[in-house]
Nanobody, 120 residues
């Protein structure tokens, strides 16, 4: 069993910043991609950013230049620095981790989500 614990969400004014963190724990032998997705009620979940163990990153078009993803492989932790936030960034943000366990093949774990609200 792998658990992802997200933190750092909240309410912020447009133009402000927030930092999300996600710590993975449990039966993890190795990891690959870690990342963030977001979802607004009634809409599809969309990519925010992903990062590979050696640092290669991918960003959704709507956040390029404003958000930065990073990770600490030793701590199985991924971060999302969100800057110049816009009202349309309001969503529930989910952490993801691709991992392999001692008795399993590669799987993807999801966190419970953390709410980010951006006010005008």
């Amino acid at each position: 069993q792998v658990h992802l614990a997200e933190s750092g969400g909240g309410l912020v004014q447009a133009g402000g910043s927030l930092r999300l963190s996600c710590v993975a724990s449990g039966n993890i032998v190795n990891t690959n991609s870690m990342g963030w997705y977001r979802q607004v009620a009634g809409k599809q979940r969309e990519l925010v950013a992903t990062i590979l163990p050696h640092g290669e990153t991918t960003y959704g078009d709507s956040v390029k230049g404003r958000f930065a993803i990073s990770r600490d492989n030793a701590k199985n932790t991924v971060y999302l620095e969100m800057g110049n936030l816009k009202v349309e960034d309001t969503a529930v943000y989910y952490c993801t981790l691709d991992y392999v366990g001692p008795w399993t093949g590669w799987r993807t774990a999801w966190g419970q989500g953390t709410q980010v609200r951006v006010s005008e």
